[in-house]
């Protein structure tokens, strides 16, 4: 009587389970950003993330759960799942901690884009500045409406501060969650909600 041979394992079987699980890719992050709600000075938020940074953000009241996550992918076409954790410094941001700085992901932008937000980023609370002077901060004195446009679709409002662009003749112009958002958040830092731009000196730029 002869006995079959008992098989041996299979060799990528055994490959795989000799991998400690460090060495094993996560393939989550490669296919899915991330996603949850937090509080933030005007309400709750809906941020999404990827493994760079914080990349969209929009006010939950005004888009459903399901409206953020068909955005998102309409605008840089990778699913969402749910996140467990904040990205550091993004609750104190959220809240006007002007010393928090969370990392961004402002990849899929032109230079151009990325020129004028990087530039907003720099308005320090309690200031404002008008569009004009962003413009020419990016070398562009000519784009003003251009400027505009692209303060319109910021993806990361609050943590870019738009709001604290105005316009030069002295109203509080539009903002991406309303203009009384836009009063509130400039009240709160200090600023004034209407009138010329102002740098801490009080003087017009």
Request: with cysteine; glycine share 10%.
């Amino acid at each position: 009587m002869t006995t079959e041979p008992t098989p041996g394992p299979d060799p990528v079987l055994a490959r795989l389970a000799g991998l400690a699980p460090t060495d094993v890719p996560d393939l989550t992050d490669r296919l899915f950003d991330r996603w949850l709600t937090t509080d933030s000075l005007i309400g709750p938020v809906w941020v999404a993330s990827t493994r760079d940074g914080v990349s969209f953000l929009r006010a939950s009241a005004e888009l459903p759960d399901d409206d953020f996550r068909a955005a998102y992918r309409r605008r840089f076409g990778r699913p969402l799942r749910a996140a467990v954790d904040l990205p550091d410094g993004l609750e104190a941001a959220l809240h006007g901690d002007a010393a928090a700085t969370p990392r961004l992901d402002l990849g899929g932008l032109t230079d151009f884009q990325r020129d004028v937000l990087a530039a907003t980023r720099t308005i320090p609370a309690g200031e404002t500045r008008p569009y004009a002077w962003v413009a020419a901060e990016v070398g562009r004195p000519g784009a003003v409406r251009a400027a505009g446009t692209v303060l319109a679709t910021n993806p990361v409002p609050l943590l870019i501060p738009c709001h604290r662009v105005v316009p030069s003749q002295g109203d509080i112009g539009r903002y991406i969650f309303g203009t009384p958002a836009k009063r509130r958040l400039l009240a709160a830092e200090g600023a004034a909600a209407a009138g010329p731009p102002t740098s801490r000196g009080g003087t017009a730029r």
